[in-house]
């Protein structure tokens, strides 16, 4: 079976850190890796962030890119061609899409829910995060609200270890491959 799964979630849920552990799991030497675009777009381009339209709308087109080439095989994406719309729904719009639409290029959506859940202990800011504890969860409400209706939507609470929430997080997404395999 073909999995097109989206690993998503506000600053600081620990998208990045579950995305790289997987890419080192010899379950997974099939996929391809997605890393994600927004981060690697503001490194590199600063001034995007006086130009959010713009951003969110090279980030489609290059997600929509990467994925097409891949035709074909499995991958693990950190974030969707959805998480623009969440961030800035007019994308939605400006690249003449549909919600729908976005859903189907995807077989699966985890939800990693941000540390900010849990308060200020748990939740760092870093050059490129510079979001506060409230706009956090701001996003991830948006997040929720772009994906939820995604039929194998699936949320992975916020917990103060991250070992913890990685052990969970790693037995749903084996479970979503091993239901393929049977």
């Not at 990045?16 to 391809?32: A, Q, V």
């Not at 777009?41 to 600063?46: F, V, Y």
């Not at 959506?109 to 510079?130: H, Q, T, V």
């Amino acid at each position: 079976m073909l999995h097109r799964i989206v690993i998503t979630g506000a600053p600081a849920s620990g998208k990045t850190l579950f995305f790289e552990r997987l890419k080192n799991d010899r379950d997974f030497s099939g996929f391809i890796f997605f890393e994600e675009l927004a981060r690697q777009l503001l490194e590199e381009n600063p001034d995007y962030r006086n130009n959010w339209p713009l951003l969110h709308r090279v980030i489609y087109k290059k997600q929509v890119e990467r994925e097409d080439k891949s035709a074909g095989q499995s991958f693990v994406s950190d974030r969707g061609t959805i998480d623009a719309f969440a961030f800035h729904p007019e994308t939605v719009t400006d690249v003449n899409t549909t919600i729908d639409k976005e859903y189907s290029r995807y077989t699966d959506i985890i939800l990693l829910e941000s540390s900010a859940r849990l308060g200020g202990a748990f939740y760092k800011k870093d050059k490129i995060r510079l979001e506060s504890i409230s706009d956090t969860i701001f996003i991830e409400e948006k997040l929720l609200s772009v994906w939820s209706d995604h039929p194998n939507f699936h949320i992975i609470k916020a917990q103060s270890s991250i070992e913890q929430k990685y052990s969970e997080f790693y037995q749903y997404i084996k479970s979503i491959i091993s239901k393929s395999k049977i």
